[in-house]
Structure formats: structure tokens, C-alpha cells
């Protein structure tokens, strides 16, 4: 038995948190979005009366709870910390690697073979058509820091495996694909705490992809590299939100040019969003986010190189701090999400004559993404399962 | 509900303490009835009226008998007893077992169609509940409860009625009617729901994450397969103990004195100690009201031995509607009925540790059929823990991300954790500020960290809840 100021004391805490927790779930005003977290917050359930007879009212009234539960940014970085003070390497999707790197966790049984060999001869579908009507056809899915700096990983992380992918994406499109294993492999190509490369990561890519089609790359030195934020904290640091987590440095290589940039019929500033620079994902200074449809028009001297060529990229995220160094090198580029797209690319090519075609995905993305197969819609042959 | 929820914690719990404050004490009992009744089917809905039914049936039957016990008329008073038992298991039968009876019953070659009814939350527990005061009531063990109020609190109080302490009338029957709540009752009640939701939140949960991957991984390495076998068993105990710790302390709260459910069962020195210090409540229902009625050990050898079979036939059945369940009901009566007849003794003089170890691995293997309730799951999960690949990567990774956790899961099943902290606190008697300081910041530093993994973790599942 304990002595009456000590019970005192339990009981006044107790309660104090108890009914502190209701009040403030109760009568704090709520947020819709979770910036730590990177996702919509749950909105309250509907309370009829199909919804409480079979249970789900209640299931969604406690998910609106533990959404909305005061300081729940705080505790979640609790929960976090808890977890890997006990051992865990893994949490939310992520492994925590060494140097301060976090890694997307991608395992085997969350990758569907199916989708992978659908994307891949949807791609290889695209190339055909697109070659056959005299475009340059390339494709680029860069593989994730989780391949390139595996050395990183805690031992025994288990993940899918990305080499047969990319191994397997060669074969079927063969000088089509662009091989950038060997391209990144430094540390300063991959955030640590995003799943993204570096802006140093796709300059290498770039010079890579000059190298392929043939082009002049724009050197280093011609841009002006600058530090837009040393504390980015990136979609992996959203997964398990720890204070002991490090920060980004996000750098850009900008150079003096006139752009004219159009995304989904609204014409934009240029191709960084300043406002992203304020929130929680820097990342989204490039381009301020995705689009359905996206062009970009450069002022090029009627001699260059590539004043007469009109770029079409077909991506996602990854590709949106790869763009700006495409821009001295073609008039036009148009790049399609095809998150958002729902049209023909044949047609789109046609319509918009365009000349040279590029695919960048991110490796990750790539593998599990749905969307891929629509590249193959809307060309003469149909997609052949048995090929 | 769940209590290891935010619904319960801040929204519930906060409520009903306040309304039972508030409340005068002779409608108390009336509160706490109609508050548990929304407990149960906030969770259960419809099923609720089964709950209602049940109380209701025994509340006219313990009238009944008692009635024609007073009367003299042992025959009637005997009459209204086996309509109770038979009734309490006709509606245990028909919710839980049904669809067994009639899934086995087509493997002879019939077609009838499953009934495809949901397992109503508790059903084993209340059931248990009401029929041990109709049985105590033709005893003459405890008064007939004229108020309905006052028996249905009893039937349906939400700290025990999902899933337990089963607690008979004659616990409580003191208490339905006068009980206080001190300052210090209530702290302690706080203790240990803390306590308990601690281990459920914290260590129960995290257990079974690992016991999850390691059934779920079909070419799981033979390493894994123990190790795995290794954190269900801890799961369970951490689940199950903590669940009845919470209830404990609800009812401390409330002001009831449940019977306790643990006593540290990892630690036995033999099967038959471990049934004496886990889930205490059930095996005394049992001794109670099958194992002495048969006759007990009074009857001979050949009949103790039947009586045993029966008891522990029925205990595995009890804990779910599979043949792996039987098996482990079997399991337990061959070595208890071994230790008993055969090498008791012997046991008796050997080394601690070994018995130790004896128990340990013996209750392990139970649990690994307590858990695989598909035979051809159980076959292929006992084959992984003797055949095939020893360990890889993957396994050690497990391993090592799990170390610090098997350590205090370890630690939480002996009684070290309180012999030091009491021992502590003795130390530091005369610092009385030290000690409340210490004390309920640790209680307030693991009540925050449940909620915090409650407001993460969407895997929270409670085992015990299909009974």
C-alpha cells in the first residue's frame, strides 16, 4: 500500500493526463495535413447509422483519434526513438543505415514480378513504336542508394532485388537503357534522409545521358551552384520522425537563361518554387511538385545544338532536379506524369513533334508503379503477356 | 473496446470516472451497468442482447433455486441448476462451436452449411461467469442476488468482462453492494493498469510483431522457427497477464478486488506448477466446479486419471474451436498425468536450473500448437524448428534488432524488475519526496510511451479475444 501524498500525487497525474488528452482532443482546432508526417490527416467519420451497426464508425473514430491526438508530432518522434533505442533498424518503410543514411525498405513480397515484367515490356513497346517513326528512345531508372550504397545497410536488411531488375530492364531494351550503376556510387548522390538523388547525383546522370545521344554536355562550371537549404529533412525522415535525425543540404546548379515554363495549362516563375523553401519538403523546389503535363521552352540560339530538337521526358519525381540541365540543350521539352497523364503518348509525340524521347523513374518507384503500362496504350500492337 | 485504445483512454475511461464520482453511491452499481453494457457493444453491437439474455437467465434461475432450496425441494432446486449449465452451454456451444461441430461433421460425408456466426467477445468469460453463481447458489455458497441491477454490474462491469479475471460471485459478492474507494486504492489501481498496459502496448505488441514474421515466412530458417516459437510465448504471457492487470487495476478503481490471474508462470519448476501460476482463474474454475464435482482424486487412480483427461480436454477446447487447441488440451494432461504418476518425484530432487529448462521448453512446444491453429500450419511450423536451413542473414538480423527486446521481455517475466524497484524504495524510505518523485514519474513516463506506440502501431491485436 502506498502512503496518501504518494497515492495523491498518482492520482492527480493520472487524471490530469486523462482528462488534459480529452480536452485538447476534443477542442483543439485540427489540422488536415501532417507536415512531419508528409500525408493527409484523417477526417472525422460520419456517424450514420449503417456506419455503427457494422463497426466501421468505430474503427475510423479511433484512427481520427490517434490522427489528431495532441503533440502526436511529438510522440510519434517518441515512438520513434523507443523503437530504435530497443534495436529496430527498420521502421515505417525505411532501414536506418550507417552515417547517418536512411534507406527505403522495399522487400521482395511487396514487389509484384507481374507489374515489373508488365512495366518492362511496356517499355520496350514504347521504344519500338517510338524508333520506328525516327525518335531517339531512352530509358533511365536510377537505381535507388539502397543498390548504390548498400554497403550502408545493417547486415541481413532484406530487399528485393533491384540488380535483376535493371539486369533483366538491359536486356529487353538493350542500348536503349542507360546503365547508371556505375555512374553513382559516391555518397554525395543520394540524400540521406530522402529517397531521391542529389542534385550532384543527376548532374552525373546527365553527363551520362550527353554521352549516350551524343551531345555536349553543359560543363560544371558554366552554372552557379548554390546551397538552397543545409535542413532538409526528406521523405525518409517522414517515415519515423526522430529528432536525432540529420539534415540535407539541398544544392542547385542555376545558370542564366530565359525559360518559359507552362504546368497543366498555368504558366509558373521558372523551374524552383521558393515557397517550397519554407515548408518541410525541400524537395519540392524542383518544379514545385508533379504534373499531368509540364513544358518548358528555352530561348536557344538559333545555331545551337539542339534548337531544332523537342525533348519529351515520361516520369516521376526523380526527374524533377534532373530537368534544368536538359534545358540548354533542346528548344522544348515536355514532360508527362503519367500519375496524371491519361493520354496516348503516340499521339502526344505526334502532336507536339517531338524528337527525342527519355523515361526517367526512380528504381524504387518504378518497380512497383501502375501507371507504367499505360506508356504501352494507344500504340499498334497490343501488349503480348507471352513475349 | 479495447483498453489499449485512444477511444478507452481519452474518451471513455475519463467519462465514466467523472459520472461515478459524481454519482451517488446507491446508483453506482446502476452506472456502472449501463456504462459497461455500451463498453461491449461498442465493440459487439447486436451481440450485446446475448449478453443481456445471459444475464438475465442466470438472474431468474439463481432466484429459482434459490427458492426451491428454501423450500426444501432439492429435486426442483437441482432441475433449475442443469437448465442453467445447459443453457449457459447450449449458447457457448452454438456461437463458439457450431461451425467445428458442423465443418468436422462434413468430413464423414454430410453438406450441411456453416452457420457463419461471429465469436460474440467474452462469451467464454461471462458464460463461466454466470453459470459459477447458479452453481454457488444451489451450494449455498452465496446469497441469492434479488437485485437485478446489482447482478447484472456484476455480469457485465467492463474491467473483466472481455477477458477476465474470471471472477465468481463469491469474490465480489461482498463488494457489489458496499465498497469505497480511498485515494490510495485508486493510486494502486492506477499502478497497475499502468502496468499492465505497458506490457500489452509495449512489450506484448512488440513480441508479436517478431512472432508474425517469423509464421508468416514460409522458408523461415530453423533458428527463426525457435526464436519465433520464443516471442509468442512471450506475447501471450505479456498480452494475456497485462490484460488482466488493467482489469485488476480498473476494478482497484472501482473499488473491487479481482481475484489475480499470473504469478510469474515462466518461472515453474514443472508443469504442473505452471497451471498453478497461469491464468490461475480458469484452473480454479475448473477445480471448482468440474474436477471436484467428478471427483476429484477422492475416487481412485483410475478415475483421477478420467477426471484429469476430461478437465484438460475441455480446458484446450475452452481457449478456441480447432483440433490444435484439443491437442494442447491433450498435451498438457499426458505430462501432468506423467508428473503426477510417473517421474514426479524424480523431478522433484532434480538441479533448479534443469527443471527450469524442463518447464520452459515443454510450455514452448506447447505454445507452438497453441498457435498454428491450420495442422497442416502447425505440421509445417514444428518441421521448420528441427529441419532445414540453420540460419541466414535475414534470421540475424532479426536477431540482432530484437536482442535488447528479448532482454526485457526476459527480465519482465521474473519477479526481478519488482524486487529491485521495491528494494529501491526501501532504500530511499526516508526520502519520501524521492520516492513519490521516482515512482510515479516512471508510471507517467510508461503511460506516455504506450500512447505514444498506440498513436504509431496499427498492429495491436489481443489473443485472448477469441474466447
Given amino acids: ?387 | 473496446m479495447v483498453f489499449s485504445s485512444i477511444t478507452f483512454l481519452f474518451l471513455f475511461l475519463p467519462a465514466v470516472l467523472l459520472l461515478y464520482l459524481l454519482c451517488p453511491a446507491r446508483l453506482r452499481n446502476g452506472l456502472l451497468l449501463v456504462v459497461s453494457l455500451f463498453f461491449y457493444a461498442w465493440g459487439e453491437r447486436w451481440y450485446v442482447g446475448i449478453l443481456l439474455f445471459s444475464t438475465v437467465f442466470d438472474y431468474m434461475n439463481g432466484i429459482a433455486i434459490g427458492h426451491f432450496r428454501e423450500k426444501g425441494r432439492e429435486g426442483a432446486a437441482k432441475a433449475v441448476l442443469a437448465v442453467s449449465v445447459v443453457g449457459n452451454l447450449a449458447i457457448l456451444c452454438l456461437f463458439k462451436y457450431s461451425d467445428f461441430f458442423i465443418t468436422n461433421i462434413n468430413r464423414v460425408g454430410l453438406n450441411l452449411p456453416t452457420l457463419g456466426l461471429a465469436l460474440p467477445i467474452g462469451i467464454s468469460f461471462y458464460t463461466f461467469q454466470t453459470m459459477s453463481y447458479t452453481i454457488d447458489v444451489y451450494r449455498g455458497a452465496v446469497g441469492v442476488q434479488r437485485n437485478i441491477v446489482a447482478f447484472g454490474t456484476y455480469v457485465t462491469m467492463f474491467p473483466q468482462l472481455i477477458a477476465g479475471p474470471i471472477v465468481r460471485y463469491q469474490s465480489v459478492e461482498a463488494e457489489m453492494l458496499h465498497r469505497r474507494v480511498t485515494v490510495e486504492e485508486f493510486a494502486c489501481g492506477v499502478q497497475r493498469f499502468v502496468l499492465g498496459l505497458g506490457k500489452k502496448v509495449l512489450l506484448a505488441n512488440a513480441a508479436g510483431a517478431v512472432w508474425e514474421l517469423a509464421q508468416g515466412d514460409t522458408k523461415r530458417t530453423v533458428v527463426l522457427a525457435w526464436f519465433g516459437a520464443v516471442m509468442y510465448a512471450f506475447q501471450i504471457y505479456f498480452d494475456f497477464s497485462g490484460y488482466s492487470d488493467m482489469a485488476i487495476g480498473l476494478g482497484r478503481m472501482f473499488g473491487f478486488h479481482f481475484p489475480e490471474n499470473f504469478n510469474y508462470p515462466y518461472l515453474s519448476k514443472s508443469i504442473t506448477e505452471f497451471w498453478r501460476r497461469w491464468h490461475m482463474t480458469l484452473g480454479t474454475w475448473f477445480r471448482e466446479y468440474l474436477y471436484i464435482p467428478l471427483g476429484g482424486n477422492r475416487c481412485g487412480k483410475a478415475k483421477q486419471l478420467r477426471n484429469f483427461l476430461v478437465v484438460w480436454a475441455l480446458t484446450g477446447l475452452w481457449h478456441g474451436a480447432e483440433w490444435n487447441f484439443l491437442l494442447w488440451g491433450l498435451y498438457f494432461f499426458l505430462l501432468l498425468a506423467l508428473e503426477k504418476f510417473c517421474y514426479g518425484r524424480i523431478l522433484e530432487r532434480a538441479p533448479e536450473g534443469l527443471r527450469r529448462l524442463y518447464a520452459l521448453v515443454l510450455v514452448l512446444i506447447g505454445w507452438v500448437l497453441f498457435a498454428n491453429e491450420s495442422l497442416s500450419g502447425l505440421r509445417d511450423y514444428f518441421g521448420s524448428m528441427f529441419v532445414g536451413t540453420a540460419t541466414d542473414a535475414q534470421t540475424i538480423y532479426i536477431l540482432y534488432t530484437n536482442a535488447v527486446l528479448l532482454l526485457v521481455l526476459i527480465l519482465g517475466s521474473t519477479g526481478l524488475p519488482k524486487r529491485v524497484a521495491t528494494a529501491l524504495m526501501g532504500r530511499l524510505e526516508r526520502h519520501v519526496l524521492v520516492t513519490t518523485l521516482v515512482r510515479n514519474a516512471c508510471l507517467m513516463g510508461i503511460l506516455l510511451l504506450c500512447v505514444a506506440c498506440l498513436l504509431r502501431e496499427s498492429y495491436n491485436p489481443f489473443l485472448y479475444f477469441r474466447f
Avoid at chain 1, 488536415?32 to 456517424?47: C, D, F, G, K, T
Fill in chain 1, 1 to 387: 500500500m502506498m502512503k496518501k501524498t504518494d497515492g495523491l500525487v498518482t492520482v492527480v497525474w493520472f487524471l490530469g493526463v486523462l482528462y488534459a488528452g480529452a480536452a485538447l482532443l476534443l477542442l483543439l482546432p485540427k489540422q488536415a495535413y501532417s507536415e512531419q508526417e508528409r500525408r493527409y490527416l484523417a477526417e472525422v467519420p460520419e456517424a450514420s447509422g449503417e456506419r455503427i451497426l457494422d463497426g466501421t464508425y468505430m474503427t475510423e473514430l479511433e484512427t481520427w483519434l490517434t490522427d489528431h491526438f495532441p503533440m502526436r508530432d511529438a510522440l510519434v518522434g517518441v515512438h520513434g526513438m523507443y523503437s530504435y533505442v530497443l534495436g529496430r533498424r527498420d521502421l515505417g518503410g525505411m532501414y536506418f543505415c550507417d552515417d547517418g543514411y536512411r534507406m527505403t525498405k522495399l522487400t521482395a513480397a511487396e514487389v509484384s514480378q507481374a507489374q515489373v515484367t508488365t512495366n518492362a515490356l511496356a517499355l520496350r513497346k514504347l521504344g519500338e513504336c517510338m524508333t520506328e517513326l525516327g525518335r531517339s528512345y531512352h530509358v533511365m531508372i536510377v537505381p535507388s542508394s539502397s543498390l548504390q550504397l548498400a554497403e550502408k545497410l545493417p547486415y541481413g536488411a532484406e530487399l528485393y532485388d533491384q540488380d535483376a531488375v535493371l539486369n533483366h530492364l538491359k536486356e529487353m531494351l538493350g542500348e536503349r537503357a542507360i546503365d547508371l550503376r556505375d555512374v553513382l556510387t559516391e555518397d554525395a548522390h543520394y540524400y540521406k534522409t530522402d529517397h531521391h538523388w542529389t542534385t550532384e547525383g543527376a548532374y552525373e546522370a546527365y553527363l551520362a545521358y550527353c554521352e549516350v545521344v551524343g551531345r555536349t554536355p553543359t560543363r560544371k562550371d558554366c552554372y552557379t551552384e548554390l546551397a538552397v537549404t543545409e535542413h532538409f529533412r526528406g521523405t525518409l525522415y517522414a517515415k519515423a520522425p526522430i529528432a536525432l535525425c540529420e539534415y540535407d543540404t539541398v544544392t542547385v546548379y542555376k545558370k542564366d537563361e530565359t525559360l518559359t515554363v507552362v504546368a497543366d495549362g498555368k504558366a509558373l516563375p521558372g523551374l524552383y518554387d521558393e515557397t517550397a523553401l519554407a515548408g518541410e519538403d525541400a524537395y519540392r523546389y524542383f518544379l514545385g511538385g508533379n504534373y499531368g503535363t509540364l513544358t518548358i521552352q528555352s530561348e536557344l540560339d538559333a545555331t545551337a545544338e539542339g534548337a531544332q530538337r523537342c525533348l519529351l521526358v515520361i516520369k516521376d519525381s526523380y526527374a524533377n532536379c534532373f530537368l534544368p540541365f536538359l534545358t540548354g540543350d533542346y528548344a522544348e521539352i515536355h514532360v508527362l506524369d503519367m500519375r496524371y497523364y491519361n493520354g496516348f503518348i503516340k499521339e502526344y509525340a505526334g502532336k507536339n513533334r517531338i524528337t527525342d524521347v527519355l523515361v526517367l523513374y526512380g528504381a524504387d518507384g518504378y518497380v512497383v508503379d501502375e501507371n507504367v503500362p499505360k506508356l504501352a496504350l494507344g500504340l499498334t500492337a497490343q501488349i503480348d503477356e507471352n513475349e
